[in-house]
């Protein structure tokens, strides 16, 4: 047998690493177990799209076709409009149903990387680092090399592009973006985009901006999406700009698997043809719970409503032993820990779980060693997906862990 040599290179998930962490770890058997580890939405799915799903069992008859019914790509055209104020995209070439952002984020590098073009070595991918792991393994699968680019915590957790070599921009053809940000929770502005599309200009790389955290934020503003910044800086027509979003935690549905690519609509189109032959289109039941799950705003609100204040309660009571802040969206805390006695990330996940039963993610998992550093070292993320009891318990328990730790010191 044979087998595709670049499978070899896909890392294990971060959450396997944790299991193999944990193997000889026995919890304090005192506490019931709380997870802050895995990212998924836990607040209860809205009663009107079960409703829809079952209502529309009769989809179940015929074969979907891979752009999408109308009425889908019609509500998702007018979310987008009244979401960011744009001009309405063009249902027909501009936006395109996907299975969750997750498998549109991988398959868009078959789509976009072209090994031949690329004189210097393989084609690039540049990721942000830390990333969702996806990133990465779209790199590997499509004949190209990832390239990280380090959060810095001293610009909002941006990477520095401008330190970035013109021999390693010429190689670039892919370049995705997260905003509101997994693990860091931070929002890019305006300037942030600017630069972004100078540099795709410059280069004629691709941006895949996932945007599937869009919905969930603190501040009295929604986070700024990439159409909205193209169309405030005049790219009416999304020049090699296209954004990933999802259904997913805005409307606490990671099991329907819904999601929606848009943007440039020559890139929309050659992501048709490809997602064709994949044989990924969208099974007319979902297509019709999510137009109705998109047309609705009530559900968010009240949505983010919870994380509001769910967050106003946890951060505070975080502060005082974590370097920790509200973030600016997601529903993530990105915590340094290493001022408590010098410990590392991983040893604070083990000890916490083993001392307290409370799983969080150690931030090297979600990082990779670039420029001789690991930038999620010594950082933890907390996902505060459970419902608010649940989060304060497991808030408490991290308090009196960081304390334990502060009075070894
Ligand atoms: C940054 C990021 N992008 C994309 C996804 C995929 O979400 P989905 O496939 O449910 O849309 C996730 C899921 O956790 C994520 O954290």
């Known amino acids: 047998m044979t087998f595709n040599p670049f499978l070899a290179r896909l890392q294990p998930y971060p959450f396997e690493k944790l299991k193999r962490l944990f193997a000889d770890s026995q919890p304090n058997p005192a506490y019931a177990p709380i997870s802050l580890g895995i990212g998924e939405p836990k607040h209860p799915t809205?009663?009107?799209?079960?409703?829809?799903?079952?209502?529309?069992m009769g989809g179940l008859a015929s074969y979907p076709a891979t752009a999408g019914s109308d009425a889908l790509r019609a509500s998702i055209s007018s979310w987008m409009a009244k979401r960011y104020a744009i001009p309405a995209p063009d249902a027909a070439s501009q936006i395109l149903p996907v299975n969750g952002s997750r498998e549109a984020l991988f398959a868009l590098a078959q789509t976009i990387i072209n090994p031949q073009a690329c004189q210097d070595g393989s084609p690039l991918i540049l990721c942000p680092n830390p990333f969702y792991q996806i990133y990465e393994g779209a790199a590997y699968l499509s004949g190209a090399e990832p390239y990280f680019a380090n959060a810095d915590p001293a610009r909002n957790f941006?990477?520095?592009?401008?330190?970035?070599?013109?021999?390693?921009w010429k190689r670039?053809?892919?370049?995705?973006v997260c905003s509101p940000g997994n693990p860091t929770g931070a929002v890019l502005n305006l300037e942030d985009w600017?630069?972004?599309?100078?540099?795709?200009?410059?280069?004629?790389?691709?941006i895949a901006a996932d945007e599937c955290y869009s919905e969930i934020y603190f501040k009295e503003e929604a986070p700024l999406g990439s159409l909205q910044a193209a169309q405030l800086l005049g790219r009416s027509d999304y020049p090699r700009?296209?954004?990933?979003s999802s259904l997913s935690k805005r409307s606490n549905v990671p099991g329907l698997r819904s999601g929606f690519v848009a943007g440039n609509a020559e890139i929309i189109k050659k992501f048709l043809l490809y997602r064709t032959y994949h044989g990924s289109a969208m099974s007319p039941m979902i297509q019709a719970a999510s137009a109705i799950a998109w047309s609705d705003e009530t559900h968010v609100q009240e949505n983010r409503d919870k994380y509001i204040r769910k967050?106003?309660?946890?951060?505070p009571m975080l502060e005082q032993v974590l370097d920790v802040k509200l973030p600016d969206a997601a529903f993530y805390l990105w915590a340094k820990v290493d001022h408590l006695n010098g410990i590392s990330d991983t040893e604070f996940a083990k000890r916490l779980y083993e001392q307290y039963h409370v799983t969080v993610l150690p931030g090297s998992y979600l990082a990779r060693e670039a420029h001789g550093v690991n930038p999620g070292q010594?950082?933890?993320?907390?996902?505060l997906v459970a419902e608010v009891e649940e989060c304060l318990e497991a808030a408490e328990r991290i308090v009196a862990f960081c304390k334990d730790l502060q009075k070894a010191a």
């Not at 941006?158 to 390693?168: G, K, L, R, T």
């Open 158 to 168: 941006a990477p520095d592009y401008q330190s970035i070599p013109e021999s390693v």
């Open 378 to 383: 010594n950082r933890i993320r907390m996902a």
């Open 194 to 206: 600017k630069e972004l599309f100078e540099l795709s200009d410059r280069y004629g790389f691709v």
């Open 311 to 315: 967050f106003a309660q946890i951060t």
């Open 46 to 56: 809205p009663e009107f799209i079960k409703q829809a799903l079952t209502a529309n």
């Open 172 to 176: 670039v053809q892919l370049l995705y």
């Open 241 to 244: 700009l296209i954004t990933l």
